[in-house]
């Protein structure tokens, strides 16, 4: 569904690229999680998947066309949708349902359809209860929901996220989680990028970027195997990660499959 092939990618005016030399390919339906420190080049890859950003040197291609060709952009951007961190950045009009509404109306969706779609999206991030009401009085978790929204109402095969749960609460990013994985689990294929490791324990893979390149490449299992990796570029692990790892290293022989805390209840209770 996507593929970065020797993808680099310097700004103008910057000493050194932001992206170096980037090879992967992402699956249609996969649920990919992509984490590093600020300034690691997590942006500037999501933004090449929708032709934000085009490459310096090497190719992007998206459901099999090139980012790079010019007449191909619209498409691409037909098939990716992207949510940025700022709920209130993503939300143009006042009224829940006009807000999905206005990405299809604004590309002269029938009005029936429309409805259908509106309906369809809200739904699928559990809000339909709140389509009439006004904007601002839902919180910031049900604001990136329905920015959600609205992206799916243009019917995107990828959603791209970045950092959108980096201004919510607690809950609202438990909320969003929730209703990105739902999405996955419907078949949407999901690029998250995030700052909280623990946001990635239930992802089908998670890229760990540094200095503009892939440091790890791997199932949750696989990456949050390299702790000592992570931790020596101060990427913390989940915090079960690092229970799981004292209790190994106290001789209990605990699976890379711990990930989350009821895993390691599983795994422990019968062992004490
Ligand atoms: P992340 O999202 O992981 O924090 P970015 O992709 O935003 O990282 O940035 C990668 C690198 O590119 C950083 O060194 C950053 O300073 C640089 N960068 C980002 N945006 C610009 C820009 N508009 N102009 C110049 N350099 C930039
Ligand atoms: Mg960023």
Same mark, same amino acid.
């Given at each position: 569904? %996507? *593929?970065?092939?020797?993808? +680099?990618?310097?700004?103008?005016?910057?000493?050194?690229?932001?992206?170096? !030399?980037?090879?992967?390919?992402?699956?249609?339906?996969?649920? =990919? &999680? %992509?984490?590093?420190?600020?300034?690691?080049?997590?942006? +500037?890859?999501?933004?090449?998947?929708?032709?934000?950003?085009?490459?310096?040197?090497?190719?992007?291609?998206?459901?099999?066309?090139?980012?790079?060709?010019?007449?191909?952009?619209?498409?691409?951007?037909?098939?990716?949708?992207?949510?940025?961190?700022?709920?209130?950045?993503?939300?143009?009009?006042? @009224?829940?349902?006009?807000?999905?509404?206005?990405?299809?109306?604004?590309?002269?969706?029938?009005?029936?359809?429309?409805?259908?779609? @509106?309906?369809?999206?809200?739904?699928? @991030?559990?809000?339909?209860?709140?389509?009439?009401?006004? =904007?601002?009085?839902?919180?910031?978790?049900?604001?990136?929901?329905?920015?959600?929204?609205?992206?799916?109402?243009?019917?995107?095969?990828? #959603?791209?996220?970045?950092?959108?749960?980096?201004?919510?609460?607690?809950?609202?990013?438990?909320?969003?989680?929730? +209703?990105?994985?739902?999405?996955?689990?419907?078949?949407?294929?999901? =690029?998250?990028?995030?700052?909280?490791?623990?946001?990635? +324990?239930?992802?089908?893979?998670? %890229?760990?970027?540094?200095?503009?390149?892939?440091?790890?490449?791997?199932?949750?299992?696989?990456?949050?195997?390299?702790?000592? #990796?992570? #931790?020596?570029?101060?990427?913390?692990?989940?915090?079960?990660?690092?229970? *799981?790892? &004292?209790?190994?290293?106290?001789?209990?022989?605990?699976? !890379?499959?711990?990930?989350?805390?009821?895993?390691?209840?599983?795994?422990?209770?019968?062992?004490?």
């Amino acid at each position: 569904m %996507i *593929r970065f092939d020797n993808v +680099t990618f310097q700004y103008e005016k910057a000493f050194s690229p932001a992206l170096s !030399d980037i090879c992967l390919e992402i699956k249609q339906g996969e649920f =990919v &999680a %992509i984490v590093g420190h600020n300034g690691s080049g997590k942006s +500037t890859l999501a933004k090449h998947i929708n032709g934000l950003l085009l490459p310096t040197k090497g190719t992007v291609t998206v459901c099999g066309m090139s980012t790079s060709v010019e007449e191909n952009i619209l498409k691409i951007r037909q098939k990716v949708g992207m949510a940025f961190q700022n709920p209130d950045n993503q939300l143009v009009t006042t @009224v829940v349902e006009e807000d999905v509404a206005f990405g299809p109306e604004n590309l002269g969706v029938h009005p029936d359809e429309i409805r259908v779609r @509106v309906d369809e999206a809200l739904a699928s @991030v559990g809000m339909t209860d709140y389509a009439t009401f006004a =904007v601002h009085h839902l919180s910031g978790g049900q604001k990136q929901r329905i920015a959600i929204a609205g992206i799916l109402a243009l019917k995107p095969q990828v #959603l791209v996220l970045d950092e959108a749960s980096a201004m919510l609460d607690p809950s609202g990013r438990a909320e969003l989680l929730e +209703t990105i994985e739902k999405l996955h689990k419907e078949g949407m294929t999901v =690029v998250m990028v995030t700052q909280y490791m623990e946001e990635t +324990t239930g992802c089908d893979r998670v %890229i760990v970027m540094k200095g503009g390149h892939v440091m790890l490449d791997g199932t949750p299992a696989e990456v949050f195997r390299h702790t000592d #990796l992570l #931790l020596d570029s101060n990427l913390v692990p989940p915090e079960t990660v690092a229970v *799981r790892d &004292a209790l190994k290293d106290m001789g209990y022989p605990l699976s !890379d499959d711990v990930l989350t805390a009821g895993r390691l209840a599983e795994e422990l209770c019968p062992l004490i």
